[in-house]
């Protein structure tokens, strides 16, 4: 019986590995797919290393890419065939033995990332390579930390994501958490009772002044509140920040092993975000006494017994400060990426109002249509999930949520609320392991780390004659709140609600290529009406609705 079971055993691991592996060498050869009639995809460049960050030098012109490890890559020949790769710099230039960030302010290149040391401790640095006339780089350390304490775990996030300024006299730096959910992460007894320290789960903004002395900050909370250095506290790992065409900046986040939603935020100055409290709008649970994990049903089912020791019962962890406010995430109303594990019936559902997306699709490669030049997108964002469902690689992103994939993002500001809220719909899938994005004019530049590519998306560009509508991340807090258009995107018919301090005359509905498809009349005073879209293609459309105080625009989607 013993021989058989082993004989039994060894079979099905066997038939197992060749499945995987045939699905693995299938998707391998498998290249993403545009999901948008208006979207080209191909194959840019094969890289040598799993790729980190894709990132434009305006003034060069040129794409650089880079490493984990620390190498920087150019690449040449953008314009022409054939494209090729060349390094640029290393770890003997900027010291950076973990690179997470790489951005450019004007043609100065800006690296972030950490110093480790034994996966002990380590420090941040911010690393400036500053052009010069021969084309080399001269290196400038502007920031380095005192070296804080990592938990040699994967929830080391570090620092990671950088944004330049709109003025590009500043940046905007990511540091990230050292524990999954606020747990004691001691480095093996080397830090007792540590978590979170001062240095992680914050985002700062220092000023980008490359013949400064270095700055220097303390893991010391209350000097580094004096030194003014700290923009904002309680995010997780917001791995990308990137900035709207209004100079507003947001970041995504992924949350930890329990299925809390993933965050979309608009990151603003002295808030705080909930890291450790809260993740995707749901409170953590191992803060409140007599937390029993067995009978906490968003815990994977498939987490490992390492992992699964991260939760337990823990008096110990420490209490939300009393006054405390957190801003919350970004909500999505879908269609796409916004499925939550309901426990009740141990389902993923989708969900009209998630903060923001599947739990475990995490969130990068985050970016705007900053320059309008999109005809179908035209100042909207779009995100990347890192993650593939249905627990391929060992995740544990549901197989309902494909991931690896882009979305589109459209967001629209709730006054109500004080915050955005988004439509995410998929535009493109079946990558392998993004990490990010960049645009340049009407194109999107995607880079993997499980399949060392850079793809090109290749978008419709915006005629010139087409009339710009207002960037729907541009709305600020004023009257278009009292427009409500539901569903959108809409099937069959579109109603349209206008408060009553917006004196309508007209709505017309209009191709984004500026045709006008139809128009209705307000000729009683009505508060709201009734769009047939049933003929329509499926797309993108703008709806102009004439007001006594002026023109407003909209953006709908036939799906």
């Known amino acids: 019986m013993?021989?058989?079971?082993?004989?039994?055993?060894?079979?099905g691991i066997f038939l197992t590995f060749l499945l995987c592996f045939f699905l693995i060498d299938l998707k391998a050869q498998t290249a993403p797919r545009s999901l948008h009639q208006n979207i080209t995809i191909e194959k840019f460049l094969d890289i040598p290393v799993s790729g980190v960050r894709?990132?434009?030098?305006?003034?060069?012109?040129?794409?650089?890419?880079?490493?984990?490890?620390?190498?920087v890559y150019k690449i040449n020949q953008l314009t022409e065939q054939p494209v090729s790769w060349a390094p640029v710099a290393s770890l003997a230039n900027h010291g950076i033995n973990y690179l997470q960030g790489l951005a450019f302010a004007d043609s100065t290149m800006i690296l972030v990332g950490n110093h480790k040391e034994n996966g002990q401790r380590g420090y941040g640095l911010v690393v400036a390579g500053i052009l010069q006339r021969d084309g080399n780089r001269i290196w400038k350390t502007l920031l380095r930390t005192e070296p804080y304490p990592s938990s040699a775990t994967l929830y080391d996030h570090a620092f990671s994501g950088v944004c330049v300024s709109p003025n590009r006299d500043s940046l905007y730096i990511s540091s990230g958490s050292r524990t999954?959910?606020?747990?004691?992460?001691?480095?093996?007894?080397?830090?007792?009772?540590?978590?979170?320290?001062?240095?992680?789960?914050?985002?700062?903004?220092?000023?980008?002044?490359?013949?400064?002395?270095?700055?220097?900050?303390?893991?010391?909370?209350?000097?580094?509140?004096?030194?003014?250095?700290?923009?904002?506290?309680?995010?997780?790992?917001?791995?990308?920040?990137?900035?709207?065409?209004?100079?507003?900046?947001f970041g995504v986040e992924n949350s930890g092993d329990r299925d809390d939603p993933e965050e979309m935020n608009w990151l603003?100055?002295?808030?705080?975000?909930?890291?450790?409290?809260?993740?995707?709008?749901?409170?953590?649970?191992?803060?409140?006494?007599g937390y029993n994990p067995k009978e906490d049903k968003l815990l994977p089912p498939n987490l490992s017994d390492y992992q699964l020791s991260k939760f337990q019962n823990d008096p110990g962890f420490p209490k939300k400060p009393a006054g405390l406010i957190i801003t919350q995430p970004i909500r999505s109303t879908g269609p796409h990426a916004n499925y939550v594990h309901e426990p009740t019936n141990n389902q993923w559902v989708p969900s009209n109002s998630i903060s923001t997306f599947t739990g475990h699709r995490s969130p990068v490669g985050l970016v705007f249509d900053n320059d309008s030049t999109l005809a179908d997108f035209t100042g909207d964002a779009f995100v990347l999930a890192y993650s593939a469902g249905?627990?391929?690689?060992?995740?544990?992103?549901?197989?309902?949520?494909?991931?690896?994939?882009?979305?589109?993002?459209r967001l629209q500001y709730d006054r109500a609320a004080d915050n955005f809220t988004a439509q995410v719909t998929r535009i493109a899938d079946q990558f392998m392991g993004p990490t990010d994005a960049e645009k340049v004019g009407n194109i999107l530049y995607v880079i993997e780390d499980k399949r060392n590519a850079i793809w090109k998306l290749t978008f419709k560009k915006r005629e010139?004659?087409?009339?710009?509508?207002?960037?729907?991340?541009?709305?600020?807090?004023?009257?278009?709140?009292?427009?409500?258009?539901?569903?959108?995107?809409?099937?069959?018919?579109?109603?349209?609600?206008?408060?009553?301090?917006?004196?309508?005359?007209?709505?017309?509905?209009i191709t984004l290529s500026g045709i006008l498809i139809k128009q209705h009349l307000n000729l009683g005073g009505s508060t709201s009406a009734v769009l047939d879209i049933s003929p329509l293609p499926q797309g993108f459309y703008l709806l102009k609705i004439d007001t006594v105080q002026g023109e407003i625009n909209r953006k709908v989607i036939k799906y």
């Open 464 to 509: 010139v004659t087409q009339p710009k509508p207002d960037p729907v991340t541009g709305f600020e807090p004023n009257e278009e709140s009292d427009i409500n258009i539901f569903p959108n995107p809409a099937t069959q018919q579109l109603t349209v609600e206008i408060g009553l301090t917006i004196q309508w005359t007209r709505l017309s509905l």
């Open 2 to 11: 013993v021989q058989f079971l082993f004989t039994y055993q060894f079979k």
């Open 54 to 71: 894709i990132a434009y030098d305006q003034v060069t012109k040129a794409l650089y890419f880079n490493s984990f490890t620390g190498d």
């Open 180 to 249: 999954d959910h606020g747990e004691i992460e001691d480095t093996e007894g080397l830090y007792p009772n540590t978590r979170e320290v001062a240095l992680t789960t914050v985002i700062f903004k220092i000023p980008l002044n490359v013949k400064a002395p270095t700055i220097e900050l303390p893991n010391d909370s209350a000097a580094l509140d004096r030194l003014g250095y700290v923009f904002c506290r309680g995010v997780r790992n917001e791995f990308d920040i990137a900035l709207d065409s209004k100079g507003r900046l």
């Open 390 to 409: 249905g627990n391929v690689r060992g995740g544990y992103l549901p197989a309902i949520d494909a991931g690896e994939d882009m979305c589109h993002v």
């Open 268 to 289: 603003r100055k002295g808030r705080h975000y909930g890291f450790p409290w809260e993740m995707g709008g749901n409170q953590t649970p191992q803060q409140f006494a």
